[in-house]
């Protein structure tokens, strides 16, 4: 067996592990096998050499080329601000079965908060907190000191595992609300949504979350009772995350943010909900994940 076919084996061996590092990366099926492939021509030109640890070697490499992905992505959503984030990347050749099953396996609400991160945080954060990648060598592909790579990490880690800021019971009364509402959602006990929904409860929703001619205000427990019932077929794409700083709910089929809904709770009951969808309005929400996302890490 020659070198390159060598090399074509081993690369095959960890094209699974690869994918894996690339979607975390960049949120996408397309994207990540658009980031294997691009780091395969790096390689095969390359030639592995005198490569001790070629696992490593080959995931600073797919590690480079998905920053340099997300900078380009950056720069065409600074260029043109309207379109959505996904239609940059290609996601549309992605198998949607496999896009929902990664992720799933990744949770919907950490891919929405890591594609909130620039993206020299995106990659500190995933490469040491998810992959145990050292500083050190992270700090390469940046091209910055471990010091500050660190700093990244850190920075990344506190915005995606988010805690619930210390304000007595009413935050922690909140929270338990939210959950409850999305339980009943999910398993289709009106019963028990009615029994967290205060009786004059007001829902108002962005014109886009709505059905067209739909009404956007809604009063009344039973209006809002009926209107989670159509859209109980979202429920197992919703996720419970801090949302300003309160518990809110996010809707992200396949990781991909479509709605967020945020709650004034008094007296244990919901008394208003908010829909948000408008596009305009999504990045200007400040999101992150309740309790610890991922594990592996200190500052």
Not at 132 to 157: K, M, N, T, W
Not at 167 to 194: C, H, I, K, P, Y
Not at 205 to 223: I, K, M
Request: glycine content about 8%; proline content about 4%; hydrophobic content about 50%.
């Amino acid at each position: 067996m020659d070198e390159q076919d060598w090399l074509v084996d081993r690369f095959e061996e960890h094209r699974t592990h690869l994918k894996a590092v690339a979607y975390r990366m960049l949120g996408s099926v397309a994207d990540a096998e658009d980031a294997v492939q691009e780091s395969w021509l790096r390689v095969s030109r390359a030639g592995a050499g005198e490569v001790e640890n070629l696992g490593a070697w080959l995931t600073t490499i797919v590690a480079r080329v998905c920053l340099n992905m997300l900078r380009a992505r950056k720069t065409a959503r600074e260029l043109d601000a309207t379109r959505s984030a996904r239609s940059v990347s290609g996601t549309d050749r992605a198998d949607p079965e496999e896009e929902a099953l990664l992720a799933d396996s990744v949770g919907l609400a950490l891919l929405v908060v890591l594609d909130r991160l620039v993206p020299a945080e995106r990659l500190a954060f995933v490469m040491h907190d998810m992959f145990d990648l050292p500083f050190e060598e992270i700090a390469q592909i940046l091209g910055r000191s471990p010091a500050a790579a660190r700093q990244l990490a850190s920075r990344a880690r506190r915005r995606v595992r988010g805690a619930v800021p210390a304000s007595g019971r009413d935050r922690a009364r909140q929270r338990e609300v939210v959950e409850a509402f999305l339980t009943a959602t999910r398993t289709g006990d009106f019963q028990g949504l009615m029994a967290v929904l205060d009786p004059e409860v007001v829902l108002r929703a962005d014109p886009s979350a709505v059905p067209r001619g739909a009404e956007t205000v809604l009063h009344g427990a039973p209006a809002v009772v009926a209107a989670a019932r159509a859209y109980a077929g979202f429920a197992r794409f919703t996720q419970i995350v801090l949302v300003n700083g309160g518990a809110g709910l996010l809707v992200a089929p396949r990781g991909r943010l479509m709605r967020v809904l945020t709650f004034r709770v008094v007296g244990g009951r919901i008394v208003g909900i908010d829909v948000i969808a408008d596009p305009d309005r999504l990045p200007d929400l400040d999101l992150a994940m309740l309790g610890r996302a991922a594990g592996g890490a200190g500052s």
